[in-house]
């Protein structure tokens, strides 16, 4: 039996949303991330590109995102969503879900990465991010320079995870996880499960 995306307890504008971009039925993945990821579980997921991942978090957590209170206290940046990529190219398309998805959200969102000036992307975190999507090396430095606060963080997605160990990224990883409170939701998400 197919399950409708508004049986998976997603709302109007996010249903509105994806049918605008022809897709009415879910994947596997999604069919079974979304009814967890708004429930507020945590998450881990062996799932390749191409199987709708993307979406599979992107989705529930900007009906989440819509629902934390995002009441801003200081001038430096409070995230409440943090996302860690590996590359450059899946944090732009990570971004690019939540733009597609997220037509009838308001929604604040930054992209962190390596090979992009400092400068601008300091001023776009001065302004406050509900969503920070990040690679791992650029995030810890910009955390010791003191530009951001990580206890704020209420979910951790950790996406491609494979491909972090791969690349090295894995003890920058480890020390970001121990600067988020522990008080949080972590979706993790990897198409290999290495032991590491
Ligand atoms: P991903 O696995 O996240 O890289 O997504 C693979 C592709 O599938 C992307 O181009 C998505 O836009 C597309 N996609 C995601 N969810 C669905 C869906 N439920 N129906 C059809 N296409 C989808």
Known sequence: ?????????????????????????????????????????????????????????????????????????????????????PTRELAAQVADAFEVYGKYHKLNKALLIGGESMGDQTRVLDRGVDVLIATPGRLLDMFERGRLLLNDVKILVIDEADRMLDMGFIPDVEKIVSLVSRLRQTLFFSATMPPE
């Open 1 to 85: 039996m197919s399950s409708s995306f508004a049986e998976l307890g997603l709302s109007p504008a996010i249903v509105r949303a994806l049918e605008e971009q022809g897709y009415t039925s879910p994947t596997p993945i999604q069919l079974q991330a979304i009814p967890a990821v708004l429930e507020g579980r945590d998450l881990l997921a062996a799932a390749q590109t191409g199987t709708g991942k993307t979406a599979g978090f992107t989705l529930p957590l900007l009906q989440r995102i819509s629902l934390i209170d995002f009441a801003r206290q200081n001038n430096r940046a409070r995230i409440r969503v943090l996302i860690l990529t």
